[in-house]
């Protein structure tokens, strides 16, 4: 049987590679593959939590799936903000998108 | 518990016996079993989807007033294996600058995306996979394979035409998973179960006669999933050569190929079992499973032959067109389906049989009729907008 | 170490490989597409975890729509960028380190807590977890009003990113 620390050094592991993702990649697209990355990594310790503890109370996995209906929301609003700001800019490196209004 | 009753289970207990005998443990064996089990399922399906490739041309030979492959074998039924050999010794290009690894496993998830479906497929009341309790969502979530592969073969072949096909392939796709999923929700409604094989024993009345709308619409659905005409926009070939796979040769050419035709018998097998009782006929499957195997496979030979059907009379539609109908009129029509079945359900609940079935239906009929009503007021508007009101047209000047 | 352990350390092996892999890779399409493998990797691990459901869903949302989403979005902005010049900023040490040590952090949490070599319990017979979410899910006593301000959260983000994706200058 698998314990429970492994699920949650598994999704911690994760968790930090998105992290470094989002701090170190200069692609806006890429900075967003990374807070994918970090969504699952929590799912994961949601669902370990869920099968760990109770079963019969489902709070974990309906958790998870508000997670899925954010994440759905943020990649949507997120890649079209980077088209649109691509469209007026030419650009998608997150360094280069400074100014407040243009 | 004779084989004649219960194969699987029979043919599995020789096996394991065998394998224990030879001092295998009960695990491992186990294992092995299942292995070899999905070992035949690929094996018969491929063997299957030879003759597909036979049965699709002779049957858009017929359509076309042609007579088809008749040189090999009798009737040319040893064709597809020369397509076969032709298609293995054929020179295996890679185009440059394709990114290769990218594009080598494209068509190998295509294939797979097709073989998983078969996992839930219960063939008999006692041979299937596995019973999924979620079998509604894994028939999406093998689409979604697809189309995945679909959009690795368009961008690493390193070809705007494969590009733009498989954009527009994705984009149709992913629109029209939609109204599928509203779809499947409904046998789901009426079984009170996601799982193929108890909606297939809720249906002692078939779905169709509950929810003909849906049939429609599931139908539809799938062809579009499928990529097939009247929904061909990723091979359009008078506008983009072939589409997504037009850098493709050889067998891996092939396996798009086979993939799409056993695709489309898969999905005949999925509107059987949905709408069409899977393998119950009157009584047939409780007699033996190798009935009730002929049973399904003669339905989803049915529902493959209303594909080709579709196919081989319609038209290729626009892009656009396409997309405007999935977003104006299907799914509106889909999601309001939906609701009416749901209020239906819940006030027939208790309602003697006939009432509720032929309230489902009429309904059914009902939202198809509203919804045509609609449509027409809708492009009468639309046309007069372009021609001005319409006109009475003189004869005699 | 049993087989559903070895099950287990092959999955995690080979996410966090691929996770790996999509924050380094230079081309962004493969970034993408390892990314479809990571999620994968993890509908895997919801399906070690007896949860079915976030598996299947897992494939359809993130594999069917988001991944797909993102290789879109990439293959729209690469005109210029196209993989030339270093992917990462000039402070990347800093974001490893941070990640290094949050890791590490977490790791230490994690040490000093009782529950962490716990097992799970066996389901209980004849418990049906997907039918038991669909309950909670649109029961008033449990999770309804979530379930719907998740759903009036989806149309304003289909709303919003229509919006703001929308060219006025070519009307389309």
Redesign the interface.
Known sequence: ??????????A????????????????A??I???I??ML?AV??NL??F???GN??D??G??F???V??????????G??????V??RR??????EIDMMKW | MSFWNDPLKVAADWLLGVFTGWGMPE?AANILIGFLGVLLLITVLMVLDIFLVWIERKVVARFQDRLGPNRVGPFGLIQPFADIIKLIIKEDTTPGGA?KV?YNIAPMLSMMSVLILWAIVPLAPTILGVD???GA??L??A???G??SI??AG?SSNNKFA?IGA?RQ?AVM?SF?VPMLTMLLIPTIFAGS?GMSTIIEKQDVWYVFLAPLAAVIFLIAAIAELGRAPFDMAEGESELVSGFNIEYSGMKFGMFYAGELLHAFTFGGFLAILFFGGYRFFGLEQVSPFLAIAVIVFKAFIGYWIIMWVKYTLLRIRIDHMLAFNWKFLTPLAFSLLMVVALMNALLANAPIWLYISGMFLSNVAVAWAALEIARSVSRREREKVEGPKQVVEVGH | M????IV?LVV?LF??GS??M??TTRN??????W??S??FG?AV??A???????A??????????????????????R???RDQG????K??W???L???M??GG??FL?QGWS???????A??AG???????GN??VSPA??VL??EV??V??V???V???Y??F?PRSGK
């Open positions: 049987m698998v314990p429970l620390s492994w699920y949650l050094i598994f911690a592991a994760l968790f930090s590679l998105g992290l470094f993702g989002v701090l170190s990649r200069r692609n697209v890429a967003l593959l990374g994918e990355l699952n799912n994961i669902a370990a869920w099968r760990y079963v019969m489902m709070a996995q309906v998870a799936i508000i899925f209906a954010v994440a759905a929301a943020e990649v949507s609003v890649l079209a903000l980077v088209i649109s691509y469209r030419n650009t998608v490196v997150a360094d | 695990m990114d990218v999924l309790n979620i969502l894994y999406i979530a689409g979604a394979i189309t995945l959009i690795m961008w590009l954009f994705v992913v998973e996601m | 049993t087989g559903e352990q287990f995690a996410t966090l996770g790996f999509v924050v962004l399409v493969h970034a993408a597409l990314l479809v990571t999620l993890v691990t919801y070690v975890l007896d949860a079915a459901f976030l299947v869903v897992q494939v359809v949302v993130y594999i069917g729509a988001i991944a797909i989403l993102f290789i879109f979005a990439v293959m729209l902005t005109k210029d960028v270093p992917q990462m900023n402070n990347w800093f974001g490893a941070l990640a290094v949050t890791f977490l790791y994690l529950g962490l070599s716990k097992t799970a319990a389901i209980p418990f049906d977890a997907v039918a038991e979410l909670e899910l449990a999770y979530p379930f998740a759903s959260l989806l304003a983000a289909l919003g990113a229509v703001v994706a060219n």
